[in-house]
């Protein structure tokens, strides 16, 4: 399994840990998303490797932006007096995951 494999189940265990702490916090038009896929079966995209670094890089950003938006959920559900400083925290861990991408990819690269 490749570094980026290693990184992206990771991040896929991270989000269903989470999910499972708290499943409150998936956005509405995801639970609806995520129940029709599971009445199909696992979807034939998780079994296929991404081939190319654009392929890589959209799947990183696409479970950064996921994260986002679960703790931009959880922030607005959270106390009032600490949601701002939550989101800002939200959008700060987005903006160092996004930025470290480029480097996550390098990394894959080597053998």
């Known amino acids: 399994m490749t ?6 189940c ?8 989470l999910s499972a702490q708290a499943q409150d916090n998936t956005p509405p038009q995801n639970i609806q998303l995520q129940q029709q896929e599971i009445a ?3 979807p034939a995209r998780w079994y296929k490797e991404d081939a190319t670094s654009a392929e890589q890089s ?4 696409k479970e950064i ?5 679960e703790s931009t959920n ?13 989101l800002r925290e939200a959008r700060a861990t987005y903006k160092r995951d996004m930025e470290k991408v480029p480097q996550v990819l390098a990394e894959n690269k080597r053998p």
């Open 65 to 69: 932006g996921a994260a986002l938006a």
């Open 40 to 42: 199909k079966g696992d």
């Open 74 to 86: 959880a922030c607005k559900k959270g106390p009032a007096g600490e949601r701002d400083a939550c």
């Open 58 to 61: 959209r799947t990183l950003r």
């Open 3 to 8: 570094r980026f494999h290693h990184i992206a």
């Open 10 to 17: 990771g991040l896929a265990m991270a989000c269903a840990a």
